[in-house]
């Protein structure tokens, strides 16, 4: 398996310089279209080499599963860790971000009402999982449904935003910001059929991580929309991932008291695990993105993509700390 050296120098761009649409159908389990599967090898001069995290990805792509990962360096801006993360590939509801942009600039500009209210009963509802559809709250606010769409995934109320922002205005926010590889193709169902898009949601490593760079250096939209986005990320309660080895408390950890500052989204879906986030310590601070497309054909498989975020998130934590 051919294997790149990662890119040292400075990230110029929150997108990289030549794009693929992130059109449905295109997105799906697609490959690189470099040689092989490609994998870095070390990181950048100086810094640990994400040794374990290389072999499990590798022991992943060897498997036949599709990787794509990127690490940012915040303050030298160095891709410590790269590896195919060009690609685009399904993300699932790490794809919920740009929307949760949009409304946070809708609120900001005052285009949306926060305190609006949104009946349940008037969105496309999901059955298979969510918070939600298990309140006895028929009714709740947009800034409501913001908070259940980044700390759960709740798939009702990202339905709920989605269908009182409206696709054209996520797509334009989505081309505004400079992403060209990210896409959030549909709402969430309970069955996709043949007339439906693939995919919730597709990205690539790369312009996943550099968005989450660009939240919080206050450069998406502005510095109050970067704020809100951020702090709504900031309590996202799946830390099962990447998350899992900063020993975080899943419901408590927006003021850490060790100063640890992280911030993730998560993406699942059959077959699909993907996280982006900002972490940062004493040392450093890094912004990551990855993406594991996966054969679930059992739960050997299944925990075998989950170790290797795991292992990620350790050497990650070495990195900052």
């Not at 030298?76 to 195919?84: E, F, I, M, T, Y």
């Not at 059955?127 to 559809?133: A, H």
């Not at 797509?171 to 043949?194: C, K, M, V, W």
């Not at 996202?236 to 950890?253: K, Y």
Request: hydrophobic share 45%.
């Amino acid at each position: 398996m051919g294997a790149p050296e990662p890119v040292e120098g400075p990230q110029n761009s929150l997108v990289p310089d030549s794009g693929v649409d992130a059109h449905m159908g295109q997105a799906d389990g697609r490959r690189s279209r470099r040689t092989g599967r490609r994998l870095p090898r070390r990181a950048a001069a100086g810094r640990r080499s994400f040794t374990s995290t290389l072999r499990a990805l590798e022991q992943l792509a060897d498997a036949g599963a599709q990787v794509s990962v990127h690490v940012v360096d915040l303050d030298s801006h160095v891709h410590v860790l790269a590896g195919d993360d060009h690609v685009t590939m399904p993300v699932a509801g790490l794809g919920v971000v740009p929307l949760l942009i949009e409304v946070a600039a809708g609120f900001d500009a005052g285009t949306l009402d926060p305190l609006e209210i949104v009946d349940r009963a008037t969105v496309d509802q999901v059955s298979t999982s969510g918070v939600w559809r298990h309140l006895h709250a028929p009714a709740l606010p947009l800034e409501d449904l913001a908070v259940l769409a980044a700390t759960s995934g709740d798939p009702i109320a990202v339905n709920a935003l989605l269908q009182r922002v409206g696709h054209e205005r996520v797509s334009a926010r989505i081309e505004q910001i400079g992403l060209r590889r990210t896409a959030l193709l549909d709402r969430f169902r309970d069955e996709r059929g043949p007339d439906d898009a693939p995919q919730v949601a597709v990205g690539s490593a790369r312009e996943l991580a550099g968005l989450f760079s660009a939240l919080v250096n206050s450069q998406i939209v502005d510095a109050a929309v970067s704020a809100q986005v951020s702090e709504w990320l900031s309590l996202n309660q799946d830390l099962s991932l990447v998350a899992s080895a900063t020993g975080l408390d899943p419901f408590a950890h927006d003021h850490d008291a060790h100063g640890l500052l992280f911030i993730n989204k998560t993406g699942r879906d059959r077959g699909v695990r993907a996280e982006a986030g900002v972490l940062a310590g004493p040392r450093a601070g890094v912004a990551y993105a990855l993406v594991v497309c996966f054969d679930d054909l059992s739960i050997t498989h299944r925990l075998r993509a989950h170790d290797a975020f795991r292992v990620l998130g350790v050497e990650l934590m070495e990195y900052t700390h």
